[in-house]
């Protein structure tokens, strides 16, 4: 599994559990607001436990959106060192939507989960790690000649029947980047074109 920034919103979820992100490519930054106060035993014990993976930062002031600014901020930093990374904001806030579509864009593997549920579903199938899903569902396009998807709505569809509807939106969501990146996919605004032998 690829290293894995998980940036958590403290404001907007406290989660009461973070055991499932005991794992040695999860890296996560717990952000807490600046008249937060406390943060839950379970999750100290858990960036406790986790050492170097896990900090947190309480941000210096008070603003709208000044704690998503901090996330905003993270994320740039973060993935100009490491843009082969993955990088998860936890948050019920929509209000990073369009930063991940930036992200995306710029062909950087972003997402925002409501929970650690949502989180979870998005790791890699055992024995299944994504570069052989990618590997596949590009062997897999080739095929379909010149019946391939041609919007973005399409090819996510296509790529979860691919992989027997097992897959969440997420890691459908990653498929695409990775496709992007290799340039095996082209997509402007709603539309895919493939870089491909038909």
Do not use: W
């Not at 009461?16 to 100290?44: C, P, R, S, Y």
């Not at 704690?67 to 490491?82: P, Q, S, V």
């Not at 209000?95 to 593997?109: A, E, T, V, W, Y």
């Not at 459908?172 to 992007?180: C, M, P």
């Amino acid at each position: 599994m690829k290293k894995t920034y998980v940036l958590i919103d403290y404001e907007n979820i406290q989660p009461a559990d973070m055991k499932a992100l005991d794992h040695e490519a999860f890296h996560v930054i717990v952000f807490v607001g600046a008249n937060q106060t406390k943060v839950n035993f379970e999750v100290a014990e858990a960036i406790q436990r986790m050492g170097e993976r896990a900090a947190y930062i309480k941000i210096a002031g008070n603003g709208n959106n000044a704690l998503d600014f901090h996330i905003a901020f993270y994320i740039g930093e973060l993935a100009a060192k490491e843009p082969e990374a993955i990088f998860r904001i936890v948050s019920k806030d929509t209000g990073f939507d369009p930063l991940i579509q930036h992200l995306k864009h710029r062909k950087i593997s972003a997402g925002r989960v409501k929970g650690f549920g949502d989180l979870m579903s998005a790791k890699v199938a055992p024995g299944n790690p994504d570069s052989d899903r990618v590997s596949i569902v590009a062997a897999k396009l080739a095929q379909m000649g010149a019946s391939k998807p041609r919007t973005i709505k399409t090819l996510a569809s296509t790529i979860n029947a691919l992989c027997q509807k097992t897959l969440s939106d997420i890691e459908v969501q990653d498929i695409i980047s990775e496709l992007t990146r290799k340039g095996i996919v082209v997509i402007s605004e709603s539309k895919v074109a493939y870089v491909m032998p038909e």
